[in-house]
Structure formats: C-alpha cells, structure tokens
C-alpha cells in the first residue's frame, strides 16, 4: 500500500491553481499580438490627414546648445584664442567637470587654510592640501621655526583680488596658476615674546603666485598646491 505525501499533494494543487490564473491574466497567444514596445527604437507611427499610418525616423536630438556652450565658462573668464583660454580648455576637455569659477572658489579657502595652518605648525591640515614636495619644504620651514622656540601670531582679513594667471595639461595633470592678492596681519615672536619679524598691529598686503595640480585620471577632486612665488 503506498502513502501519500501530503505535502507533495499541496504542492501540485498549488502549482496548477497558479498555471490557471497566468493563463487567465496573460491570456493565450493567437499570433496577432503586438510587437514588444521598444522605447530605443528611432522609429514612430504617424497619422496623416487620411488617417492612414505611415512610418517616420526620430533622430536622436543632440544636445546642441550645451556642445555649443561647453566653454562658456571658460571664456567667461578668458578671451577666447589666448593661451589662457586654450589651457583651460584642455583642462575641460580632460576633465569635463572642471568649471574656472568654482576652481577658484575653491582655490581661496584653500589659500588661507595653508596660510593659517603654516602659521599655527598644522602639519596634518597641509598634508592634505600639498604636494609632497611643498609639503617638505613648510615641514622643514616650520621644524626650524620650533627649533628656534618662534612662533607667528597671524590673523587672515581676507583676500582682495584672485585670478588664473597660467592653465595647462602636464600628460594626464592638469595645472592652474593662481595669482593673490590678500590682507593678512602677521608676526613673528622669539622665544621672549618680542617681535622680530612683521608687524601684530598692521595689515599688511601678500601677494602670491600659487599652481595648484590635480591628476585627472583620478577619482579624488582635490586639487593640491604645487608651486608657491612671491609676485613682486
């Protein structure tokens, strides 16, 4: 005598009630249903006036106006045909997100977070906003300040005027000179507390000449400063 498997059973019953139903909902195929909808297709039905069909292409449109407008930012900032206006648009055509405005934007905070965090011997603020070269040259500058027992008493008023002087590709690096103009109260003390260098109670007027450089292959936005000058 065999034994039935009640649950086997359930599972069958189950299996043909679902079989049932998608037939109901889904329906039988008769070979007069319409084509999948093909929302790629450049092809779309028509009607003229007769009301018969009648087949026409849709070309993809192009996004003409931001092809047109893709340098609008970067002649905005300079005269098209100049050398500036033509390393800058190298920059936009190796990095498409690159827009001049929001570089210096970026480039002025970045300014006076060096200047501060050179003041205050910040060595991890300036890891992250140097190169590595002019990272060893403020380390040291800063390590032969501390060994002096100076300090610098500095206060940053702002920054009156900053413009890209210089733009260019280096292989996949793209680089950007900034020239800074800014106001900054600055002083240097002894181990005493005297002054020996600057001036606590005067704002005095720096002007810099910075590059800033970014590798556009990769995937970190951050640009890091390069090369630093005085501008006479």
């Known amino acids: 005598m065999e034994i039935f498997d009640f649950g086997t059973i359930f599972f069958l019953i189950a299996a043909v009630v679902i079989f049932v139903q998608l037939r109901n909902v889904l329906g039988r195929r008769t070979g007069n249903e319409r084509p999948p909808f093909d929302p790629y297709s450049r092809r779309t039905e028509a009607k003229d006036e007769a009301g018969q069909g009648e087949n026409v292409v849709s070309l993809p449109r192009r996004k003409g106006a931001e092809l047109e407008n893709?340098?609008?930012?970067?002649?905005?900032?300079?005269a098209p045909g100049t050398e500036l206006n033509r390393g800058l648009r190298a920059i936009r055509d190796a990095d498409p997100s690159f827009d001049p405005k929001t570089f210096v934007e970026g480039a002025r905070m970045a300014y006076e977070m060096i200047v501060m965090a050179y003041a205050d011997g910040d060595r991890r603020t300036l890891k992250n906003l140097l190169s590595r070269e002019v990272y060893d040259g403020f380390v040291a500058a800063i390590s032969e300040r501390e060994g002096r027992a100076e300090k610098i008493q500095s206060s940053f008023v702002g920054i009156d005027r900053a413009e890209i002087a210089h733009a260019e590709m280096k292989g996949s690096e793209a680089h950007v000179?900034?020239?800074?103009?800014?106001?900054?109260?600055?002083?240097?003390?002894?181990?005493?507390?005297?002054?020996?260098?600057?001036?606590?109670?005067?704002?005095?007027?720096?002007?810099?000449v910075w590059t800033f450089a970014r590798d556009t292959r990769s995937r970190d936005p951050n640009w890091k400063l390069v090369a630093t000058e005085a501008d006479d």
Not at 70 to 78: L, P, R, S
Not at 181 to 197: F, H, K, M, P, Y
Request: overall charge negative; proline content about 2%.
């Open 177 to 208: 000179t900034l020239r800074v103009v800014s106001q900054l109260v600055s002083a240097t003390r002894n181990a005493a507390g005297e002054v020996i260098d600057g001036d606590p109670e005067t704002v005095a007027e720096v002007k810099d």
């Open 70 to 78: 893709a340098y609008a930012a970067i002649d905005a900032v300079a």
